[in-house]
């Protein structure tokens, strides 16, 4: 669709949206006005489950908070309903940070039983406290007044409600489009890799927690003073569930899924339970059990959502311009060349002096149980050096390169960078003095696309949060992340796949997206594992000769392979690992021909 396009789309979506109230019934638009209400819940739930991919069941609890909140101080202490917004707010963000900071330490169906419990805690603690009306609630509550206007009735509601809906629709993917959004996106499958990037992955997740609480408040404010009454009835476990439902059915990966799913489950919830009554001639609950069977064929069919559903159906209808329209660019072109040159470059690391030790390990230890996979072992690397790391699998090649990288923690030993000493420090610090790294089985967003993944890697070089992403005031950074992230797919040869996603490339292609994440954090020091296992020849030979290039820049590698040609003709040097330890180490015909060497690779000399 042209940029025309959409903007024509919009402006008529924006006039429907304007005319509804006017043209439906009163019923019609009370039930579009709790669509409105669960949107803003489940858009929560969209970045926190189905992007981050932390389950909540308890995110009516937020929404409870905020309303009884606003019900206290408004009844109570007579004060304005936008006092009992920041109270609400407040009081929110309080309790996220709180149940975040404990409950975000779990993982799995612990962390998804730990919402359950507060979800029901806090439940009862509304129902049990005589100053908030314990199970009869409050009523009485004002209308929210703008100046002398009051939003004292549905049809008034409806443009409070979705003013607010739309704005955080908007809010959320502009920040899922960002520095930070590439991080979120990471979390759910690939935390260890965002970690390797830089990302504090534990304070990210308590920011998303954060984000997904304050919506589910702002909904809960909306909705106190909509209705002009608040009951624990509203805030229950089934709620939470029923948030959840509408999330995943929705689509919950997608932005747009939080207001399908939203009005699915409500109206059609509500259609049932006025149809089946007269259809079976009895009154009962019976919408809940249609409801369930529809939701479980629903979701058998469209296991994704209904939004990717519809998306795959018409691609073209749904494919609006995205915000870094100048990173979509083909970078064959010559307008996009000329536009490259005018971006700020990204400041670069002072380069080590070559022959300046750069990595320097010594007697690191590590065991697994009864396994020991790391002993005694102990290299050096140089700016300007490619070090080779070879042995039989299992000889501890990658447990080394997580000792140095600081996925795992030595059990003794010392790992220095550049002099510091890192072994003791998390990943993301470890990244931030100047490592880099791939992994021997790919790491990467499957989903998201080829420049986005490489962008991640400059996530450090970056400075401006998820605040900022939201207000769209990052987008001079993001055009230099992006167009960083574009340079260094081009030196690796991927410049044809800026845009396809990433799951979609060959192994091959995959290693060298890798290479290029690892470029774009502007190391001093480079950890290839295995970079050219499922490359072509020629392949090969063009990353042989970018390593080579690297190397003369003054960049450390310290290289793991099985393709012994290929490291034969690229090191200068070679360690040699079995069983955790070093069995030799010099350069690459020396180690060729070592006893030691031969009897590990081959079984001994007759």
């Not at 309303?67 to 408004?74: R, S």
């Amino acid at each position: 669709m042209s940029a025309m396009g959409a903007w024509v789309v919009r402006a008529l979506a924006a006039a429907a949206l304007v005319a509804l109230p006017l043209l439906l019934p009163e019923f019609a638009v009370t039930m579009l006005d709790y669509v409105g209400l669960a949107t803003l819940v489940a858009l929560g739930l969209v970045v926190l489950t189905g992007v981050a991919g932390i389950v909540s069941f308890g995110q009516q609890a937020f929404v409870g908070l905020a309303a009884y909140a606003t019900a206290l101080l408004t009844t109570t202490f007579a004060a304005s309903p936008w006092v009992g917004l920041a109270a609400g707010l407040a009081l929110t963000l309080a309790a996220a940070l709180l149940l975040g900071a404990v409950t975000l330490r779990l993982s799995g169906h612990y962390l998804s039983i730990a919402t359950i419990a507060w979800g029901i805690a806090i439940y009862f603690l509304f129902g049990t406290l005589p100053g908030l009306g314990a199970y009869s609630g409050l009523d009485n509550l004002p209308p929210v007044r703008v100046g002398g206007f009051a939003f004292d009735d549905a049809r008034k509601s409806f443009y409070l409600i979705w003013g607010v809906a739309l704005l955080a629709l908007l809010a959320a993917r502009n920040l899922l489009d960002s520095r930070s959004g590439r991080a979120i996106r990471a979390l759910r499958f690939r935390a260890g890799m965002a970690e390797s990037c830089g990302v504090d992955t534990a304070a990210l997740r308590l920011q998303v927690f954060v984000f997904a609480a304050l919506l589910g408040g702002v909904s809960g404010w909306l909705h106190a003073h909509f209705l002009r009454f608040v009951s624990p009835y509203a805030f229950g476990v089934n709620a939470g569930i029923d948030y959840l439902f509408m999330a995943v059915i929705g689509g919950a990966t997608q932005v747009w899924g939080a207001v399908v799913g939203a009005g699915v489950v409500t109206l059609l919830r509500d259609w049932l339970r006025d149809l089946l009554p007269r259809l079976i001639g009895q009154s009962g609950n019976f919408e809940i059990i249609v409801f369930g069977a529809l939701m479980i064929v629903l979701l058998q069919r469209t296991r994704d959502g209904l939004v990717p559903a519809l998306v795959r159906c018409w691609p073209k209808a749904w494919a609006l311009p995205r915000a870094a329209t100048a990173a979509r660019a083909s970078p064959a072109s010559p307008a996009s060349r000329s536009s490259q040159t005018t971006l700020p470059t990204l400041p670069r690391r002072a380069p080590a002096t070559p022959g300046t030790p750069v990595l320097q390990a010594s007697g690191l230890h590590k065991r697994f149980g009864g396994l020991v996979a790391v002993a005694d072992m102990s290299l050096e690397l140089a700016a300007g050096e490619i070090l080779g790391l070879i042995g039989p699998n299992g000889a501890g090649k990658s447990t080394l390169f997580n000792l140095v990288s600081g996925v795992l923690a030595a059990d003794q030993g010392e790992v220095r960078l550049c002099g510091a000493r890192v072994e003791r420090q998390r990943a993301r610090a470890v990244a931030r003095q100047g490592l880099a790294r791939t992994f021997q089985h790919v790491h990467l967003v499957s989903s998201m696309s080829v420049l986005e993944n490489v962008a991640l890697g400059a996530h450090l070089r970056g400075a401006k949060g998820p605040l900022s992403a939201m207000l769209r005031r990052d987008r001079a950074e993001e055009a230099v992340l992006l167009a960083e992230a574009r340079r260094q797919l081009e030196r690796v040869g991927l410049a044809d796949h800026l845009h396809e996603a990433a799951g979609n490339l060959a192994l091959g292609q995959q290693r060298l997206l890798e290479i290029a994440r690892a470029l774009c954090a502007d190391p001093l020091l480079l950890l290839l594992d295995e970079p050219a296992a499922g490359l072509r020849w020629g392949e090969k030979q063009a990353l042989a000769e970018l390593l080579r290039e690297l190397r003369g820049q003054g960049l450390a590698i310290l290289l793991v392979e099985h393709d012994m040609e290929f490291v034969m003709g690229l090191v200068d040097r070679l360690v040699v690992m079995e069983f955790g330890r070093k069995i030799a180490e010099g350069p690459p015909a020396e180690v060729q021909q070592h006893p030691a060497v031969l009897e590990a690779y081959l079984g001994g000399e007759e």
